[in-house]
């Protein structure tokens, strides 16, 4: 029983490419467990784009090492809509981070179209201010050139962009 009372849990589903994950995309994901309970991490991809910085099965993997501290939280991966994987994971609604206006905009759009869609609703949850201008983009390009980024991505993400940019 939470703190809250006996409710039934709902399970989330947080999609994203998450290459690589950072803190503020754990940042998202701990929120959703607290409020909603369980929650899917659905790791997306696209055939038709190059596989990015890591592979879907070393982010599956390195999704899985940030979240093993968090009850109740399981990673997916999905090919196509988020819709259609929020579904096969039986979830209840999908949740998203915002991090600024820009955020709201694409993502209010994307919202109302899922939910025309599929029915599904969309909860965001505001990213912390610490983190609010972290992003994945900004990560790969740090530590492609060497920089520290340890303080912004989980231990298991770091001890892999070192990796992966060994010289």
Same mark, same amino acid.
């Given at each position: 029983?939470? +703190?809250?009372?006996?409710?039934?849990?709902?399970r989330?589903? /947080?999609p #994203?490419?998450?290459? @690589?994950?950072?803190?503020?995309?754990?940042? *998202?994901?701990?929120q959703?467990? +607290? !409020?909603? #309970?369980?929650? &899917? =991490?659905?790791?997306?991809? $696209?055939?038709?784009?190059?596989?990015?910085?890591?592979?879907?099965?070393?982010?599956?993997?390195?999704? +899985?090492a940030? =979240?093993?501290?968090?009850?109740? =939280?399981? *990673? &997916?991966?999905?090919?196509?809509?988020? !819709? %259609?994987?929020?579904?096969?994971?039986?979830?209840?609604?999908? *949740?998203?981070?915002?991090? $600024?206006?820009? %955020?709201?905009e694409?993502?209010?759009q994307?919202?109302q179209? $899922?939910?025309?869609?599929? #029915?599904?609703? &969309? *909860?965001?949850?505001?990213?912390?201010?610490?983190?609010?201008? =972290?992003s994945?983009?900004?990560?790969? +390009?740090?530590?492609? /050139? #060497?920089?520290?980024?340890?303080?912004?991505?989980?231990? @298991?993400?770091?001890?892999?962009?070192?990796?992966? /940019?060994? &010289?």
């Amino acid at each position: 029983m939470s +703190e809250h009372g006996d409710r039934r849990a709902l399970r989330a589903f /947080y999609p #994203g490419s998450f290459d @690589p994950l950072h803190l503020g995309h754990l940042d *998202v994901i701990a929120q959703a467990q +607290e !409020i909603f #309970g369980a929650v &899917t =991490v659905g790791v997306l991809f $696209n055939f038709a784009k190059d596989t990015g910085t890591f592979s879907v099965d070393e982010r599956i993997a390195l999704t +899985e090492a940030s =979240v093993a501290h968090l009850p109740d =939280v399981e *990673v &997916t991966s999905h090919a196509g809509l988020a !819709i %259609d994987a929020a579904r096969a994971a039986a979830a209840d609604v999908i *949740v998203k981070g915002l991090r $600024n206006q820009a %955020d709201f905009e694409i993502e209010h759009q994307m919202s109302q179209m $899922n939910h025309s869609v599929a #029915g599904l609703r &969309t *909860v965001f949850v505001s990213a912390d201010p610490s983190l609010s201008f =972290v992003s994945s983009r900004f990560v790969r +390009e740090i530590a492609k /050139y #060497g920089g520290d980024v340890s303080h912004l991505v989980p231990a @298991p993400v770091a001890e892999a962009l070192t990796a992966k /940019y060994a &010289t």
